[in-house]
């Protein structure tokens, strides 16, 4: 980005939800000014141990004037892993518009809707969760709102997100991408503006639901022991989408010690640390952060001493 938008010592980076400032630490490593903007408390607290200017707030055209008032226009916004969580997308889309110096930068990651309806990835639909977004919508939306979508790259994040790049409508003048309109085209071709296209992901859901539950009960009549893997948001959408309680799974793991000790919500399958695994040595583990999965398999590698085998139950049920 330094390289690409010519960011210097005079520039500011702005990030919205910018968690325990892990990005920005390398903006300010770089000699560039960083600000970081997070709602959340005790995560804004962490960043500002980095050094990292923090303001706890929520991000919208208020807080945008605000910083344009103080001096604080950006040359670059990063805005990941957060446009599909704030209800009123049209004001925080506008704030980007706002704060933008005359030839800034936006940037935005979210998960792709057409990688979630083609890998069946229902289980990221949850709370969370108040849009989920196309680049066909993004590019409707921003241009409502002042943004001119410039360019667009698919990045592996969350089992495949886009990375749009924006800037002011009125004063921006980065070229466009030839990849916009590839990507609108492909999004166009596979149907993503018709209803018919998402109708399918219901009857989907019911059959990975189904397929792993056939699994769960097969092996517990085999006398096979079944363990998960991740207290996470995706499995515990899985969990109570396909009834799965704890006579069929007996509990999980997670390496986040917070969680040690509690249950998954609804389906309160008790969570434990990782050394369960070592102590029971389950037959099979079923990894519930499935875009995760290689990084899983490497760190319990282990498990093939007893000849334990790993388990995903998105887009199909799948055994090695």
Not at 22 to 41: N, R
Not at 188 to 199: H, K, N, S
Not at 235 to 248: D, E, I, K, P, Y
Not at 287 to 297: A, D, M, R, S
């Amino acid at each position: 980005m330094a390289g690409r938008f010519g960011l210097g010592t005079d520039s500011l980076v702005v990030e919205v939800a910018s968690n325990d400032g892990y990005l920005l630490q390398y903006v300010l490593q770089h000699g560039i000014g960083a600000l970081g903007v997070e709602p959340t408390k005790s995560t804004a607290d962490a960043s500002r141990a980095k050094g990292i200017e923090t303001i706890e707030d929520f991000f919208g055209v208020a807080l945008a004037k605000r910083l344009v008032a103080e001096g604080r226009s950006a040359d670059l916004t990063a805005a990941n892993n957060v446009l599909a969580h704030v209800p009123d997308i049209n004001d925080f889309v506008h704030g980007f518009a706002t704060v933008l110096k005359e030839n800034g930068v936006s940037t935005f990651e979210f998960p792709h809707l057409m990688r979630l309806m083609d890998e069946s990835q229902f289980d990221t639909i949850y709370h969370e969760h108040y849009s989920y977004l196309s680049l066909t919508a993004v590019q409707r939306i921003f241009a409502a709102n002042g943004l001119n979508v410039f360019d667009v790259e698919e990045v592996s994040t969350h089992g495949g997100s886009l990375r749009v790049f924006a800037q002011r409508s009125d004063t921006g003048k980065q070229p466009v991408s030839d990849r916009v309109a590839a990507m609108l085209e492909r999004e166009q071709a596979a149907g993503m503006a018709t209803p018919d296209y998402y109708r399918t992901l219901q009857p989907r859901a019911e059959a990975i639901a189904e397929e792993l539950v056939g699994f769960l009960i097969k092996a517990k009549a085999e006398g096979k022991t079944v363990a998960g893997y991740g207290a996470a948001a995706k499995g515990n959408t899985l969990m109570n989408f396909a009834g799965v309680r704890s006579h069929l799974l007996p509990w999980v793991v997670d390496r986040n010690p917070a969680k040690s000790g509690k249950f998954l919500p609804g389906s309160r399958i008790p969570i434990y640390d990782e050394e369960r695994i070592r102590a029971e040595k389950p037959d099979f583990v079923v990894i519930l952060p499935w875009n995760l999965k290689q990084e899983v398999i490497g760190q319990l590698s282990y498990i093939r001493e007893w000849g334990g085998q790993f388990v995903t139950a998105i887009p199909s049920l799948a055994v090695q």
